[in-house]
């Protein structure tokens, strides 16, 4: 008969001069004496984080940041838990921008996930001056492409193609760079507030858009400044980059498809840098999505 399993008891509240003590040893100068008491402190629980908290606005700098640091270890626990239960109930179809801010919020916990959405917001009251929506689908998308990649000056980040910030929404924003469905889900979320029909197309190794009516379809690369494509020219770019063509490849993808190429790049880069313990979590958010 197997023994009973029994949770490990909570560690005991840690008393006021014990606080104190932590707190003095938390700006020591030597890193393997800051390490154990981090460790202390983490292993408290979310309660270390209430009474640490009010020390991020410390006097000392050295405190300030080394509170801040273990706050925000706590905060990206939580954030893991919100994103990873969003993974696992929600179906095919959901709120990218929501599910994006979500998965941001594992490593940034302190955005403003609302200012950046106020962004969105701006960006597409400024086109609505500007679009035509009458004109021929080139034209709207030359007005569009201009504002997005001269006027605000997004750009593919190819110089680094592998920071892990080419995948974070909050980043791409600030940085004005990122990589091909980063800088998609931008077109995207501009697009949705302009009523306009774009959607995400997850060809192999590259991720673009497509606006397509009833009048005929153009695909749009928004890694290399909006360039408009033909779909003779996503087929010739498919075989020059080895791949056979078939027509799914130039499907429309769903919401959920598209966090988990998301979350599969993150994994991938985490694991070539050998960051063992990001690797296992966004392994965890790609087991989750595949369901």
């Not at 500007?130 to 110089?159: C, H, Q, S, W």
């Not at 680094?160 to 600030?174: E, H, I, Q």
């Not at 009833?214 to 779909?231: A, H, N, Q, Y």
């Not at 598209?258 to 958010?285: D, G, K, P, W």
Request: charged content about 20%.
């Amino acid at each position: 008969m197997n023994p009973p399993v029994t949770s490990a008891p909570a560690p005991a509240a840690l008393t006021e001069g014990q606080r104190t003590a932590l707190l003095t040893l938390l700006t020591d100068d030597d890193p393997a004496i800051y390490q154990i008491i981090r460790s202390k402190i983490i292993e408290q629980g979310q309660p270390a984080r209430d009474w640490l908290r009010s020390h991020t606005l410390s006097s000392d700098p050295v405190l300030r940041r080394r509170a801040q640091e273990i706050v925000d270890h706590f905060e990206r626990g939580s954030a893991d838990n919100r994103f990873l239960a969003f993974c696992l109930t929600s179906g095919e179809d959901f709120d990218l921008e929501q599910a994006v801010w979500l998965l941001c919020q594992t490593q940034y916990p302190n955005i403003n996930a609302l200012a950046y959405s106020a962004l969105f917001d701006s960006y597409a009251a400024d086109l609505r001056t500007r679009v035509d929506f009458g004109a021929p689908a080139d034209r709207m998308l030359a007005t569009i492409n201009y504002f997005l990649f001269t006027d605000l000056g997004f750009t593919g980040n190819e110089k680094d193609y592998s920071d892990p910030d080419n995948s974070y929404l909050n980043r791409v924003m600030d940085r004005r760079t990122g990589n091909p469905i980063s800088l998609s889900i931008v077109y995207l979320a501009v697009a949705r507030r302009l009523r306009l029909p774009v959607t995400g197309i997850g060809m192999p190794g590259h991720f673009i858009c497509r606006f397509q009516t009833s009048r005929g379809e153009v695909f749009i690369d928004p890694f290399r400044k909006g360039k408009l494509m033909t779909k003779g020219d996503c087929i010739k770019f498919l075989i020059q980059s080895g791949h056979a063509f078939h027509d799914g490849f130039l499907a429309s993808v769903t919401p959920r498809r598209m966090l988990l190429r998301v979350c599969s790049n993150l994994h991938h880069i985490y694991s070539s840098l050998s960051h063992a313990e990001e690797t296992v979590r966004f392994q965890r958010y790609i087991v989750a999505l595949s369901k």
